[in-house]
């Protein structure tokens, strides 16, 4: 059983480009997150996603910040128009279907870097 | 809100002293809370969790929690360190208030163990 994977796992863009980072939960998980990791800090919650629906977005910055978790392919956390302070470590983690006893299971992360 | 905190930025222990890293929580309700640990360039990679039971929790790699309730603590503690221990570690809660289901992580320590 192949765990979370994220990729790219490096992502340079330019200021003003867009960003896609991808996430395939791990098998038999339908419960997608997304956490966001500055320099030297610790992670920040961004959203968490079932199979097409957005159930908590409240860690998502309000403007060119989308996520997705379509009910084929994978999770994808989109940045539109990149800033360089959007530089920093994305993470995705997957559980199972919600149980108080599941914990959830983080991919390598995408480290992405707007010049 | 729920919340922890960790006091320390950096904890620096002997290989072969036992460790300990710090966490205190403040949560409504019932807590649910976990160690990861975050390797140099990786993802988190869990190593325990405390939902309800037995006070002492044993996780991978030789570690393991003490929740404390009255002291609304659950400290990380290994009996004797080892150099490949260096790494930084988060504590978190799971807030699952209001049909959310996320962590919430304290801003980690490094834990550093010299030869």
């Known amino acids: ?115 | 809100a729920q919340s922890v905190a960790q006091p320390e930025d950096q904890v620096n222990v002997a290989e072969g002293n036992p460790l300990t890293v710090k966490c205190t929580y403040s949560v409504s309700g019932n807590p649910y809370l976990f160690w990861y640990v975050q390797y140099p360039n990786r993802g988190l990679q869990f190593l325990l969790k405390y939902i309800t039971g037995d006070n002492l929790v044993k996780g991978s790699y030789g570690f393991e929690a003490e929740f404390n309730k009255s002291q609304t603590s659950f400290h990380l503690k290994k009996p004797s360190a080892l150099v490949s221990d260096s790494a930084l570690y988060f504590c978190a809660v799971r807030d699952m208030v209001r049909g959310t289901d996320k962590l919430i992580f304290g801003t980690g320590t490094r834990l550093q163990v010299f030869p």
């Open chain 1, 1 to 115: 059983n192949a765990g979370v994977m994220q990729n790219p796992r490096h992502l340079v863009r330019r200021r003003g480009q867009e960003a896609r980072l991808r996430c395939s939960p791990m098998k038999g998980h339908s419960h997608v997150y997304w956490y966001r990791q500055l320099p030297e800090e610790g992670l920040k919650f961004m959203v968490y996603l079932q199979k097409e629906n957005i159930i908590d977005e409240s860690g998502m910055p309000k403007e060119r910040f989308s996520a997705e978790f379509p009910k084929e392919g994978p999770s994808i956390l989109r940045i539109q128009q990149v800033v360089r302070g959007d530089s920093a470590a994305y993470f995705c983690a997957s559980s199972p279907p919600t149980g108080r006893d599941t914990e959830a299971f983080f991919g390598q992360g995408t480290r992405l870097t707007v010049v």
